[in-house]
């Protein structure tokens, strides 16, 4: 079990450019999200893919950010243009099972610094 | 209603020593109160968890107890080791749902 991988590990961009963050979930896990932690608000739920499909985005703050899930083993989350304040971890998480709380696994993060 | 609140936000403990973290929630839905441990540049892995159907679960030297009328769980590391040291997150969840509620997090340190 490789685990939930997430790319790249670190990401120093300037503000107003484009930012993809990569995340290949658990094989037959059939939830992914997109977390956000900082100091100030803690871990946030940026998204939520439920068989590949967007079941609830109202986490992601504003049209700067888009979230895809071509497939069952890959999901991106974009940011454009990025902005200083968008600095966090990204974290992706996958999950086994959607009808009943199940235990989340978390990816290493992706920690992103916009200048 | 939806908050977990979790306390203390530090903690410094001698090693050999219990260290206690404890959250308080409001919804009585919650039925899946996990406790997660995270190192520096690391992600969130799950540590142990709890429904409220049982008020101790114990693995190892982690003991998470529930009190459902007062609505508060609480980890417990027994004989608390330097490697202990991390930051630790209750959460709280409902069946049906795949939203999670987490605290705001404890930095714990074990001092050698």
């Known amino acids: 079990d490789a685990g939930v991988i997430q790319s790249p590990r670190h990401e120093v961009t300037e503000m107003g450019q484009e930012v993809t963050l990569r995340c290949k979930p658990i094989?037959?896990?059939?939830?992914l999200f997109w977390y956000r932690q900082t100091m100030m608000r803690g871990l946030e739920l940026l998204i939520y893919?439920?068989?590949?499909?967007?079941?609830?985005d109202s986490g992601m703050p504003e049209d700067r950010f888009s979230a895809k899930m071509p497939n069952a083993s890959f999901s991106t989350l974009k940011i454009q243009p990025s902005e200083p304040r968008d600095s966090a971890v990204y974290f992706c998480?996958?999950?086994?099972?959607?009808?009943?709380?199940?235990?989340?696994?978390f990816g290493n993060g992706t920690r992103l610094t916009v200048t | 209603q939806q908050q977990v609140k979790q306390s203390p936000q530090s903690l410094i403990v001698q090693k050999g020593g219990i260290s206690i973290i404890n959250c308080a929630y409001e919804n009585t839905a919650f039925d899946y109160f996990p406790w997660y441990q995270q190192f520096p540049g690391k992600g969130p892995a799950l540590l142990i968890a709890?429904?409220?159907?049982?008020s101790e679960k114990k693995e190892g030297r982690f003991t998470i107890s529930f009190n459902k009328s007062a609505k508060q769980f609480s980890l417990h590391i027994m004989d608390s080791q330097p490697g202990d040291s991390a930051t630790y997150f209750c959460?709280?969840?409902?069946?049906?749902?795949?939203?999670?509620?987490f605290g705001t997090g404890t930095r714990l340190k074990v001092l050698a």
């Open positions: 893919f439920n068989n590949n499909v967007p079941i609830d």
């Open positions: 998480a996958s999950s086994p099972d959607s009808s009943r709380a199940s235990p989340l696994h």
């Open positions: 709890i429904r409220p159907d049982v």
């Open positions: 094989s037959g896990h059939n939830s």
């Open positions: 959460a709280a969840s409902y069946s049906g749902t795949y939203k999670y509620i």
